[in-house]
């Protein structure tokens, strides 16, 4: 019987590891806009680990707008220069002829388009995952720098979205069919958006909103999916 109950316990354990197991196969680790991990955050510095991505059934429009490079910013961007092992970021005095003038941020746009895909059966797996770890969190703006190859690129075009590729993996497309790889990306800093549960029309748990403000969910929302299905106090005598 021993070999048996063994069977058993590791069958149980792979079931209930399966929404972790799907979220997690992903061609690439690196962290697209659009991932699903958690942000992790220490004095003056933050990582964000990705845990896996969801599958999008239609293209999301995002956002890529140049922005001068701040005093704040170009201090983070010299930190994540410092972390990669890359050579110290020369600056010169004169601001207007400063070598790094811009950067880049990258923003989820379609909000509600997003929301639409995360509840979509496809990614049944990675919703039962985001309701058993309420710390996950979504890649919601990424800052970087490019080269020059790719920041003409991105000049060049008027309209940028992200899609699932044949790999399975998000891609960020700008709109001349051209993808933009993020190995070719220096992204020094991130925001991210936490999720917003309710029930729906068949009392079933979904995402209702993706808080990209950081303020508390709104309505009838919770930030915690166990809170909408509490047994209610009569039921437990």
Known sequence: MRPIQTILLLAILLHACGPMRQI????????????????????????????????????????????????????????????????????????????MPHYFELTITDAVGFTTQLNHPDNQAVKDYLQEDTDLVLLSKISFKANAEVSERIQSSDYFYLNTDAKGSLSLVAGDNFTIKMSDLEVFDFETAKFCWKKDKRGRLEIGHILMDGNTCPGTTEANPKKLVRTPDYLKL
């Open 24 to 99: 997690q196969k992903v061609e690439s680790q690196i962290p697209v806009l659009g991932s699903i991990g958690k942000q992790q955050s220490k004095l003056f510095k933050k990582d964000f680990q990705k845990m896996g991505e969801p599958i999008l059934a239609a293209p999301i429009t995002v956002s890529i707008q140049s922005v001068p490079l701040t005093s704040g910013m170009l201090a983070k961007y010299k930190k994540y220069r410092e972390k990669q092992g890359l050579e110290p970021l020369v600056v010169q005095n004169d601001t207007t002829k400063s070598v």
